[in-house]
Structure formats: structure tokens, C-alpha cells
């Protein structure tokens, strides 16, 4: 009963929610988005590209990521968002991915990787003038690591 006090605010989440895209909906995520090295410390790849695709509710992306010794891993795929969960082609294995707006915020949440792969959250957010695209990943399981990733949209 000591939670009680939470109720009225739990109920009201969801309704604040739909205002908040009643108002403009959500923010729309496509283009073709290139890693900046300089605003992002530590990435282990030469190049990182992400292309989304972003309508009617459902998110199509693709990351190419080029390593270090030129090799090239693709991921991919395609989900509605609202929490159901879907196929991860991620490079050579295959992972799950459920997706879901916090605010103006897009998150993906990718689970069932290999035995070695990490549950990791992605959190992505775009600038006021959408030019830029930050995504923070948590790698929530085994190691609780963070890291703060800056993309720039690309010329159409």
C-alpha cells in the first residue's frame, strides 16, 4: 500500500504520452547517418553508417560498419514499433530487437544474440535541427558498459 501514492502518475504516463505525439508525433528518424569519429571516443571501427527508413510505424534500419582491417559486417531489420519483437540479422549471427518511444526519444532493445553477445539498449535521439544523431548504447548485460555514439546525416 506504501505505493499507492504512485498510481494516479503510472495512469498517466501513457495519456502524457500520447499528447506529447498528438502534438507533432514522434520524431521521423530516416536518412543515411555517418559516424563522427571526433564526438565518438572508442569506437572500435573505422566507419559506421546507419541507414533508417522511417514510416508508418515501422523502423527499417541497416548499419554497415567498417573495421579497422577493411572488413565490412551488415546488420539489419525491420520492426513496428510498440514493443513487439523481431528478427536481428547482425553480421554473421542473429539477435532480437523490440522497439518503443521514451518522449522523443527512439529505443531498441537487442536481445537473444549468441551465448558471448551482450543485451544491449539503444538509445537514439535527434538534434533540434536534425542534422545530428546521438545514440547512447548501454550493454546491459554482461558488463554494464556505456557508450555515447554522434552520427551526421548525410546529403540526399
Known sequence: MRYCHLAPALLAAPFLCLLCFAAGGPPNFSGTWQLDQAKSPGVEFSTVTLTIQDAS????????????????ITSSFSCATGGVTC????????????????????????????KEDSVTQWKLQLSPDKGTLSVDLTHIEPNDKSESLVFDKKAS
Open 87 to 114: 528478427d536481428f540479422e547482425e553480421g554473421s549471427h542473429k539477435a532480437k530487437v523490440s522497439l518503443w518511444y521514451d518522449g522523443t526519444a527512439l529505443v531498441i532493445l537487442k536481445t537473444d544474440g549468441p
Open 57 to 72: 510505424g515501422k523502423i527499417k534500419l541497416t548499419r554497415v560498419a567498417q573495421e579497422k582491417d577493411g572488413k565490412e
